[in-house]
């Protein structure tokens, strides 16, 4: 007998995220939107992640352990192949969800009968190691909305950063994800970035002007981990776009993309260094 399926699929891939990883189990649990399955892969982990989640009776979870380390590539790509869920969102070990999140992506591609809309986001709180908020990254000038998908990967190449954001703030169609194909963790900096962009060659994007998700950055952070070559993967990813994806860029685009990607490299560093413990 078939397992039903679930409206949505969220896929926490996880490797040595003990500490932060049953608030994150907590922050899907408490959302407002029940009709979904949890699947958390754990990527061969040398620490307690196993009794973290053998802690939680709750039927929707689904706990698998990899044989052997995948890596971030590898993992995202597993959990992609796990989900069985209409809907499809992978939020990583030490992130949050706001209770509401689930809702209101879905209700945003339910309501989307002629699939027009590739993939939904919004607004992200930045916290640190013990949950506070230190700052918000959210779409510039944004308002609730469309945003056209040409637009929004210039924007994203001018801005020299994701200005969509990180997986956990992001929810798209499984189907469309079966159409695209798996992550490449090439330019591991911007493996999610690169993700979307080839999603949004099926569709818009959706904006949601408050937040729906926290990223938390600590020392154990990957992103943190990769962040001194940052600008050089940015500027490796611009290329990426302009020969594999066939995206048409201004000179203007690539230039500013370029320069914008090493200040932006320079201020996270600043933020690591004097935010991130």
């Keep these: 007998m078939q397992p039903m399926t679930p409206l949505i699929s969220v896929c926490i891939p996880t490797y040595h995220g003990a500490a932060h990883l049953s608030a994150t189990i907590d922050s899907v649990l408490k959302q407002t939107l029940s009709d979904f399955e949890l699947v958390i892969i754990d990527d061969n982990s040398p620490d307690d992640t196993a009794k973290v989640v053998a802690a939680y009776s709750d039927s929707r979870i689904r706990y698998l352990r990899n044989p052997v380390n995948l890596g971030p590539e ?105 159409i695209v ?53 940015f500027i490796s990813f611009i290329e990426k776009c302009r020969r594999q994806f066939g995206i048409r860029l201004k000179l203007t685009d690539i230039v500013l993309g370029m320069i914008v990607a090493r200040i932006n490299n320079l201020l996270r560093l600043i933020f690591y260094r004097f935010f991130v413990k």
Aim: aromatic content about 12%.
């Design 74 to 178: 590898g993992n995202w790509n597993r959990c992609l192949a796990e989900a069985r869920g209409t809907y499809f969102k992978l939020l990583p070990q030490d992130d949050l969800l706001y209770p509401q999140s689930l809702e209101r992506q879905a209700a945003i591609l339910d309501s989307d009968f002629c699939n027009r809309i590739a993939l939904v986001f919004g607004v992200r709180n930045i916290i640190n190691h013990a949950g506070h908020v230190i700052t918000r990254r959210s779409y510039p000038n944004g308002c609730n909305g469309t945003l056209a998908a040409h637009e929004l990967i210039r924007r994203c190449i001018r801005y020299g950063t994701n200005l969509i954001g990180e997986p956990g703030g992001v929810l798209f169609r499984k189907s469309t994800a079966e």
């Design 181 to 233: 194909g798996k992550f490449d963790g090439s330019i591991p900096y911007v493996i999610d970035l690169d993700y979307w962009i080839r999603l949004l060659s099926y569709g818009d994007g959706y904006y949601l002007n408050d937040p729906v998700s926290a990223f938390r950055v600590s020392s154990s952070s990957w992103s943190v981990e990769i962040g001194s070559r940052q600008s050089k993967q």
